[in-house]
């Protein structure tokens, strides 16, 4: 691969285990190989405890890996201590689910942005606290939130200061870990415009973590579907309605679609979810599949590509 081609962010049989008391061990991500370009926006979907936050944990270095290796502008990110490691932070950031988590109620929002650039010897005080207010402006909110501090704002208000902060030294990845799960439907839509903006006017590639498929079809590149620490699927994000692994079929059909025909009933995914503790000798949505038989239950599908962009786990596809 030349380097013109090299992806910005690749992830190769990635697996993370975690040791549990009484020798148990649970297997949050298993095998899975990914990659991003730059300016590319991938999702990865899929129900809550499917190992897909882990996997962000381990791409920005938050955790170790247990087998395998992620690559970030070609460099491996395995080994990486000390200075190496706080490089790497600068160029790849996280905004985490849950805004209020990430701030101090004592630092007012105007700290809360100068202190990247100080933390890394970028500005001085005084330019520092003129970039704040420029990224204020970035995210639509005027220069009075300066000196508020983080219980005077709204939900959606502190997630914009926080895309702001995320944003403040020009990351070429930015790590969207359901960014908008905690807000109101209303605040929602605003919330992935500004990204969406952000990304165009940056040029910054984005890994959107989500439950919800309909939502990340509309700016996302393409989408990969996780089930128990597993990729099912990878398909481009216009090709959705054409997917082909039941899991991902089935969580299509589960939620609202505002385009969808009158009449039409919303399909609930039935079934648990097998303990990451004891995963199946087989296809790990086996015991939840419509259509599996006999060989289901049996090994593992591998991850085959049945078109170009388009990849299934499925031995019934």
Same mark, same amino acid.
């Given at each position: ?18 040791? %549990?008391?009484?020798?148990? !061990?649970? $297997? *949050?991500?298993?095998?899975?190989? +990914?990659? /991003?370009?730059?300016? @590319? ?116 208000? %502190?997630?914009?200061?926080? !895309?702001? $902060? *995320?944003?403040?030294?020009?990351? +070429?990845? /930015?790590?969207?870990? @359901? ?139």
């Amino acid at each position: 691969m030349t380097a013109a081609h090299q992806p910005l962010l690749k992830v190769t049989d990635v697996h993370k285990r975690f040791n %549990l008391p009484g020798n148990q !061990i649970l $297997r *949050a991500v298993n095998g899975v190989s +990914l990659e /991003l370009s730059a300016g @590319e926006c991938l999702a990865i979907v899929g129900e809550s405890g499917c190992g897909k936050s882990t996997l962000t944990r381990l791409i920005a270095r938050v955790e170790p890996v247990s087998e395998g290796d992620i690559y970030f502008a070609g460099e491996s990110v395995k080994g990486l201590r000390g200075e190496q490691l706080r490089a790497l932070r600068r160029k790849m950031q996280i905004i985490f689910q849950d805004p209020i988590s990430e701030f101090s109620p004592r630092m007012k929002i105007g700290e809360f942005l100068r202190e990247p650039f100080l933390n890394y010897g970028i500005f001085s005080k005084k330019d520092a606290a003129e970039k704040a207010l420029s990224l204020l402006e970035s995210v639509d909110l005027s220069g009075d939130f300066i000196d508020r501090y983080p219980h005077q704002l709204s939900g959606g208000e %502190l997630q914009r200061v926080a !895309i702001a $902060r *995320a944003t403040a030294l020009d990351p +070429l990845l /930015l790590i969207c870990d @359901e960014p908008t799960s905690a807000l109101d439907v209303s605040i929602q839509e605003r919330i992935i415009d500004l990204l969406g903006d952000l990304r165009i006017s940056s040029d910054i590639a984005m890994l959107f973590i989500s439950h919800d498929l309909t939502l990340v079809s509309q700016f996302s590149d393409r989408i990969a579907v996780m089930y128990l620490g597993y990729i099912l699927e990878q398909f481009p994000s216009r090709a959705l309605s054409g997917a082909r692994h039941p899991y991902t079929k089935a969580l299509y059909q589960s939620t609202f679609r505002i385009d969808g025909e009158r009449g039409n009933e919303i399909e609930a995914l039935g079934g648990e979810t097998p303990s990451a503790i004891e995963l199946p000798a087989g296809c790990p949505f086996y015991l939840r599949c419509p259509v599996s038989d006999d060989v289901c239950n049996q090994s593992l599908p591998p991850l085959r590509e049945l078109a170009p962009g388009r990849l299934v786990r499925c031995f019934q596809v």
